[in-house]
C-alpha cells in the first residue's frame, strides 16, 4: 500500500514514518514538506520515496491509498478534505482541527466520500488504556460516577512565540495541545457520554511577556521572543455529562514545582488511576479489607497500533475506535470548553 507523508516534523518522525517502515503491508512514496530540507532529510534518513513540497502531488497520484496528516492544526482541515475527494484514506494528527466547525466539515467530507478519516488519538490503540477499559466494561469498577484529569506540568510552554502558542494556527494552548489526548481516554473508556454542561476557565499568565518567561529546557524550540503567545497556558473546568462528571486542571506552565499528569476514574466498586504514558493501579475493598492492585503485561508501541489498525482497516472496512465519526464527540465537547472559558459563564449543549 503506497503511504504520503504530509508534514516531516517531530510526529512524523519520531512516530508515523517509523511505524510505516515497521509495517510489511505499507510502503512510503512520498516525503511533503513545505519546508524542503525536511523532506529531503527524511529521504536520506529513511532510504525511500521521493521528496515534493506540494502534498497535491501526492494526492493527484493513483498509486496513493493512504495519507498522514502530520501538520500545524490550522492546514489538517483543508489536506484532509482535498485527499478524501482525491479518493485517499486519512489518519489526520490530533486535533481534529483547530475548531469545532473545521472538524465536522471533515466529518462531512469522510461521509460523502465513504474514504476512512481516523484522527490521531493514539491512546485507544494503547495497552494500558486498553487492559484499564477492559476492568471497566467488566464492571470491577461499578458505577463510574466521577473522573478527574490532571495534566500539569512546571514551566513546559512548547516553542513558546511559535506556532504552538500562536491561536491562528494551533487553535488554542494547553486543551487542544495536552487535555485532547487526556479527555478522549476519558471518553473512550466511559463510553463516550455525550456532555450535557460545560463550565470553564483558561489562563495566560505566565508566558506574557515573552521576555520574562523562566524556564530550563523547551519542547519544540527556545522561545521566540518576537513571537506571539495568545493562547492558554492553564484551563480548568468542570463538564456533566450522561454518564460522569468529568473536572480537569490543565497547565503548561504553573509556579508549582510537579508534573502531575494522571486520570482518576472514581466508581462505586473501585477506582483507577492511570499515570498518563505509563501503568494504572486497581484500588477496592476485598472481605472486609482495602486492596492495591498493580499489573504487569506485555506492551506495545501505541504508534505502531494505530498505524497498522489504520492499514488493516484500509483493507477490511472496519470502523476504529478513532474514527473522525467518534471523535467529533470530544471535539464538540472542547469548543464547549473554550466557549465556556471566553465568555465566562456555563455553556448548555
Known amino acids: 500500500m503506497k503511504v504520503a507523508i504530509i508534514g516531516c516534523g517531530t510526529i512524523a518522525n519520531a512516530s508515523h514514518i517509523p511505524s510505516y517502515l515497521a509495517n510489511p503491508k505499507a510502503e512510503i512514496k512520498y516525503f511533503c514538506d513545505i519546508i524542503p530540507e525536511r523532506a529531503s532529510a527524511a529521504v536520506e534518513k529513511y532510504g525511500c520515496g521521493t521528496a515534493i513540497t506540494d502534498y497535491k502531488v501526492a494526492l493527484d497520484d493513483p498509486e496513493i491509498e493512504a495519507i498522514s496528516v502530520c501538520t500545524p492544526n490550522k ?36 461521509h460523502e466520500t465513504g474514504k476512512i478519516l481516523n484522527i490521531g488519538v493514539v491512546n485507544r490503540f494503547n495497552t494500558a488504556v486498553n487492559k484499564m477499559k477492559e476492568l ?36 488554542g494552548g494547553v486543551l487542544i495541545d495536552w487535555g485532547v489526548h487526556f479527555l478522549d481516554i476519558v471518553m473512550y473508556c466511559c463510553g463516550d457520554p455525550a456532555a450535557k454542561t460545560v463550565s470553564a476557565e483558561k489562563f495566560s499568565k505566565l508566558g506574557k511577556p515573552i521576555e520574562d518567561y523562566v524556564y530550563v529546557d523547551m519542547w519544540a524550540s527556545e522561545a521566540d521572543k518576537n513571537g506571539t503567545f495568545d493562547v492558554e497556558e492553564g484551563i480548568t473546568g468542570i463538564i456533566r455529562t450522561d454518564g460522569p462528571v468529568i473536572t480537569f486542571n490543565g497547565a503548561w506552565a504553573q509556579n508549582i514545582g510537579e508534573s502531575e499528569m494522571y ?25 472486609g479489607m482495602l486492596s492495591e492492585t498493580k499489573y504487569a503485561f506485555k506492551k506495545r508501541d501505541h504508534f505502531q497500533n494505530e498505524i497498522d489498525s489504520f492499514i488493516d482497516c484500509i483493507e477490511s ?4 475506535p478513532s474514527h473522525i465519526d ?11 470548553i473554550y466557549r465556556s472559558a471566553e465568555e465566562h459563564k456555563e455553556v448548555v449543549l
Open 75 to 110: 492546514v489538517h482541515s483543508i489536506i484532509t478534505i482535498e485527499a478524501l475527494k482525491k479518493g485517499k484514506n486519512v489518519l489526520c494528527e490530533k486535533p481534529a482541527a483547530r475548531i469545532y466547525s473545521e472538524a465536522l466539515e471533515m466529518q462531512q467530507a469522510q
Open 136 to 171: 471497566i466494561d467488566g464492571g470491577e469498577l461499578g458505577e463510574i460516577y466521577q473522573v478527574y484529569v490532571s495534566f500539569r506540568s512546571y514551566r513546559s510552554i512548547p516553542g513558546l512565540g511559535g506556532p504552538f502558542t500562536t491561536k491562528e494556527i494551533a487553535g
Open 263 to 287: 486520570i482518576d476514574f472514581m466508581g462505586t466498586k473501585g477506582g483507577i488511576r492511570l499515570q498518563y504514558g505509563g501503568d494504572f493501579t486497581f484500588y477496592s475493598t476485598h472481605n
Open 317 to 320: 472496512g472496519e470502523k476504529l
Open 326 to 336: 467518534t471523535n467529533i464527540v470530544t471535539a464538540k465537547m472542547m469548543d464547549a
